[in-house]
């Protein structure tokens, strides 16, 4: 396992060329016309034809031989505690595993399976410190993980929602896994964290493990936290028709998850295409959870809204890159000058019926990594987890 500090080395340049097909990650125009992307120390400096550019005093060149190349892939809902181990499926390396399924950077939604967790307001806001900072410090794979959410308990007064935030807590935990279960106490305490620039998430449905409850459509809509978290259930997802009535009762983000209820993610894409609104559509894995940890849970949310769903393999991209990072405020997602140079390069997956990546992932197919890139470094070849690629990129200098 490679840990990383959040700053690479010294002056580095990255240069991609011979790129086949370039994925913005945002909405509006999903695939970008140019071969070559250059990245000086961690973030993207110019996209175009590799005519365009200097690329004297290139530190890493990186030939991805015709594949596609995305922006790193985000999941908006996990749940980690320490390090790369999940005392959930008491696994260790979970986060390296999903950095060879694309991801590259993952929001914590509670550190809620860490073992003994405490309940009273000095124990949970020392928690979210702790777990601020630790994985601030530590990326596993050099994967980004934004951690540090509180699970908010009754007793909380504004007070601790600032200390909070000037301690660098930016997130909050999914609002329900703790003594909050209520509409109006989950609205005066989300409009706390926002008053100090807290992002917060809510946990939509059915309890998802003994010691959770359920959340109905009347507390989502009043608590009004910045995302609805798995609005297709943790696994267990409400009626249809409550789902429909909280993506036309409000304008917040919609994350489905990988463990949720997939004919209600459906659903809700369907809801969220028919108001024109898709740029509300983040995904998330929710894991690790009772079904386990899914390395390439979030390709395969891309392959299944993309195959079932009827949306372009190239607009369900986004949903897993530029949504997530516009609507939570991330310098990645998005291949665009100035953002963060990470990276997911991929082609379809040996075998595939599809005729190329885009036409695979629209047939239901996964498509295979050939490499992934953090901070503008390379982190992984080929990946050890999704079926093989038919082509892969290589390092052709350094
Ligand atoms: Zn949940």
Known sequence: MAHDAPQGGGPSKLVIRNIGLMLSGALEKPILDADTIIAENGK?????????????????????????VAPGLIDSHVHPVAGDWTPRQNQI???DSFLHGGVTTMISAGEVHMPGRPRDVVGLK??????????????PGGVKVHAGAPVIECEMVEDDF????????????????????????????VGWARKYGIQSTIHTGGPSIPGSGLIDKDVVLEADTDVIGHINGGHTALPDDQIRCICEGCKRGLELVHNGNERSA???????????????????????????VQPLGILRMVSLLSSLGEVPAEIAFCFATGNTARMRALDCGIIEVGRAADFVIMDKAQHSAGKNILDSVRLGDLPGIGM???????????????????????????
């Open 93 to 95: 390396g979970w986060i």
């Open 44 to 68: 993207i400096t110019g996209i175009g034809r590799l005519g365009d550019f200097d690329v004297e005093g290139a530190t890493t060149i990186v030939d991805a031989n015709g594949t596609t």
């Open 266 to 292: 459906l659903f809700t894409l369907r809801i969220a295409r028919e108001m024109d609104e898709l740029s509300r559509v983040i995904l998330g894995t929710d894991s690790p959870a009772g079904s386990g």
């Open 372 to 398: 992934t890139i953090i901070d503008g470094i390379v982190r992984t070849q080929r990946s050890r987890n999704t079926p093989p690629a038919t082509k892969v990129p290589e390092i052709i200098g350094h």
């Open 126 to 139: 020392a928690m979210a410190i702790f777990a601020q900072r630790a994985f601030w410090t530590l990326r």
């Open 162 to 189: 600032r200390e909070l935030a000037a301690a660098g807590v930016k997130l909050l935990g999914e609002v329900g896994l703790g003594g909050v279960k209520d509409g109006p106490t989950a609205r005066k305490m």
